[in-house]
């Protein structure tokens, strides 16, 4: 092995709104560490994603302690606020250049769920995306995985560039948008959040309500 492959780490970027984060959010990114070697997996909240109304997101102070809280005890996870520290509109392209820029002996690895794999050819500079990391892809069942191959290989006729593993998930029907649902009808969270992250929201009200323990 050379001394530069020595020092090179495979670094994981699970990103997101994380309005809130939820534990579907945790068990793909240990998958995703575990299956592919993965050093480390950074959790970068967006600051204004271009895919998402910003309605109803609660303030990035909130969603900061929220993902301090969940990953708190594993010492693979750590929180990026890179996203947090650039106005406007935050781009994957962009952070990824940032990241390739300041870390240059590092491989990134930039883990999506189904809806979002679908719709890469439409984010912006897709072709720099996929130059400077792996995509690595989680579909919810069979059929939908089936269709995410038939997408791949679209993209890479498209990208020949393009670096992307379709990884292995159990089903897990758990959503941001589900657990606001819950919370705005005052029903329990328990074992949807992480239970300091159940506490926190309780604790600050967000998201309209306090939830049932």
Partial sequence: M?????????????GGTFNP??????????NAYE??????????????PPHKDSHGI???????????LAIQDNPHFSLSTLEFEREGTTYTADTLTILNR??????????????????LQNWKNPKLIFHLCTMLVFGRDQVETAKMKEHLEYL??????????????PTI???SAMIRERIAYQKSIRYYVPKDVMAYINEHHLYS?????
């Fill in 58 to 68: 609660v303030s990035k102070e909130h969603r900061k302690v929220m993902i301090r």
């Fill in 173 to 175: 029907q758990i959503s």
């Fill in 2 to 14: 050379q001394e530069d492959d020595r020092d090179m780490k495979k670094i994981g970027i699970m």
């Fill in 209 to 213: 309500a306090v939830t049932k323990e």
């Fill in 35 to 48: 299956q592919m070697g993965l050093d480390e997996i950074l959790f970068m909240p967006s600051n204004h």
């Fill in 21 to 30: 984060i939820h534990n579907a959010h945790l068990f793909l990114a240990e």
């Fill in 156 to 169: 890479t006729t498209i990208f020949p560039e393009a670096r992307i593993r379709i990884l292995d998930m």
């Fill in 102 to 119: 300041e870390q240059p002996d590092n491989e990134f690895y930039f883990i999506v769920g189904a809806d979002s794999f679908f719709s």
